[in-house]
């Protein structure tokens, strides 16, 4: 019979965790490569069968449309701006190659979520700061920032966790194999 609450189920947990958080954080990566083709599906869809949304919030919908247009003016007449966008993807892909290690030994990588939660409360001030100078509206920030606020609360709780697993466990049954 094994213990739900001993070291091993808390790695386990923590180790879920992690993988839902990877999980997440590879998608919004990936989906900043196909931006053309979003916006035009999720412009589409506002303007047909999602068009209740849209009637429901309408800066949304009109966001999302001025938002279509300037990315495929982008993407016909430079699509050389787009490649920053990749560069963002990339940036997402390579955060999550981070967590290999931190999943590996929550412990000794605790950095991991530490720096995690460091770029979770650097969206604020950059969504505050770059919103207006690129004249986004705000609340639109507001959801930049939900990005946030959303990704600290699991690197929090897995943060307590892992402080709860260095308490329990001597470093031999921290680093056994997944």
């Given at each position: 019979?094994s213990?739900?609450?001993?070291?091993r189920a808390?790695?386990?947990r923590i180790?879920?965790?992690?993988?839902?958080?990877?999980?997440?954080?590879?998608?919004?990566?990936?989906t900043?490569?196909?931006l053309v083709?979003e916006?035009?599906?999720?412009?589409?869809?506002?303007?047909?069968?999602a068009s209740p949304?849209a009637d429901?919030l309408p800066?949304l919908?009109?966001?999302?449309?001025?938002v279509r247009e300037g990315v495929?003016?982008?993407?016909a007449?430079?699509?050389?701006?787009?490649?920053g966008?990749?560069?963002?993807?990339?940036?997402h892909?390579v955060i999550?190659?981070?967590f290999?290690?931190l999943?590996?030994?929550?412990?000794?990588?605790?950095w991991?979520i530490e720096?995690?939660?460091?770029a979770?409360v650097?969206?604020?001030?950059?969504?505050?700061?770059?919103?207006?100078?690129?004249?986004?509206?705000?609340?639109?920030s507001?959801?930049d920032?939900?990005?946030g606020?959303?990704g600290?609360?699991?690197?929090?709780?897995v943060?307590?966790?892992?402080?709860?697993?260095?308490a329990l466990t001597?470093t031999?049954?921290?680093?056994s194999?997944?």
């Open positions: 019979m213990d739900t609450n001993g070291p808390l790695l386990t180790r879920v965790w992690l993988i839902v958080f990877v999980v997440c954080l590879v998608l919004s990566g990936a900043a490569f196909p083709t916006l035009r599906l999720l412009d589409s869809a506002l303007a047909g069968w949304a429901l800066g919908a009109e966001w999302i449309h001025r495929a003016a982008a993407d007449q430079a699509p050389y701006l787009l490649y966008t990749d560069w963002l993807a990339f940036a892909l999550a190659v981070a290999h290690g999943y590996r030994d929550p412990v000794r990588n605790i991991v720096f995690g939660m460091i979770c650097g969206i604020v001030p950059l969504a505050l700061i770059c919103g207006p100078i690129r004249d986004i509206p705000f609340w639109w507001v959801v920032m939900s990005f606020v959303i600290i609360l699991p690197l929090l709780h943060r307590r966790m892992i402080k709860r697993l260095e001597p031999a049954l921290r680093t194999p997944a």
